[in-house]
């Protein structure tokens, strides 16, 4: 995955997500909206086969994006260490 910011300011983020699919992009978005101070996260990507993810994060007064975003991957490392915990009882 690559990681290439399109836009930053206070309360907003747009960044690429080079190499990632519908799959990772929608369970970011999720994540993201659990997170507090956290206003508005989407997604886009323009062609279904070469497009590039695009992300946008928006945040109130108080919560800058960065910290919101890495905030919803720690969120969904420990959700897929758990998943996997529980695959591996099996």
Known sequence: M??????ET????VFELKGETHTFCNILKEELLTVKGVSLAIYRIDHPLIG???MRIETTKGTE????????LANIKKKAIEFQKEV???
Not at 2 to 7: G, P, R, T
Not at 10 to 13: D, G, I, M
Not at 65 to 72: C, D, F, I, N, V
């Open 10 to 13: 206070k309360n907003k983020l």
């Open 52 to 54: 590039v993810p695009q």
């Open 65 to 72: 994006p960065r910290k919101a975003l890495k905030e919803a």
């Open 88 to 90: 591996n009882k099996f």
């Open 2 to 7: 690559e990681f290439n910011v399109l836009e």
